[in-house]
């Protein structure tokens, strides 16, 4: 199998997933977040940015011409049709970066071990076929809503966190400590690193 080793974290709002990349990080993983790459895009796109404003008008930007993302929230997760016609402009866009990305990792000269991103969306956006492995954490929902407080009907429109489950390669339940997360993803890391 080709270093560095593909592997996407994924799950449900608030069940862990961005600690689990920190505690892949932490052993050595190399890491990406699709978050941060939506975030980077927002402000560094200069053509999202004009799709954005043609669809919206200066209504989504802020006084300084950056994009907002809380007035984005507010359109796209009030209707469907806006979330996907944002998807569809996002999704190839963080696609296309992620797959830079490892392919300068698979080039440079010395490949780390594991090349490891979280996608939140990635079943639901067909992306587990461009990895060589997934890892799914979940929680109980009453644990996502103590972390994060109610969650929205975001979830509505989500794969159930038992298919995600059953088509994972690893999946975690979060419902313990931060060090019992980490001693599930070390886990991992060593069971990734013996293939």
Partial sequence: ??????????GGIAAGKSEAL?????????VSSSDEIVHRLYREDEDLKAELRARW???VFGDDGEVDRAAVGRIVFADRDELAWLEGLLHPRVRRLYETWLADLRAGA???????????LLY??????RFDRVVVITAPAEVRERRRGTVDDREARLIPDEEKLRRADFAYVNDGSLEDLDRFVQGVVEELESC
């Fill in 22 to 30: 920190a505690a892949f990080a932490r052993r050595g993983a190399l």
């Fill in 124 to 129: 639901e956006a067909g992306g587990e076929h």
């Fill in 57 to 59: 008008g200066d209504a």
């Fill in 110 to 120: 010395d490949p780390p071990a594991l090349a490891v991103a979280e996608i939140p």
């Fill in 1 to 10: 199998m080709a270093r560095p080793l593909a592997v996407a974290v994924t």
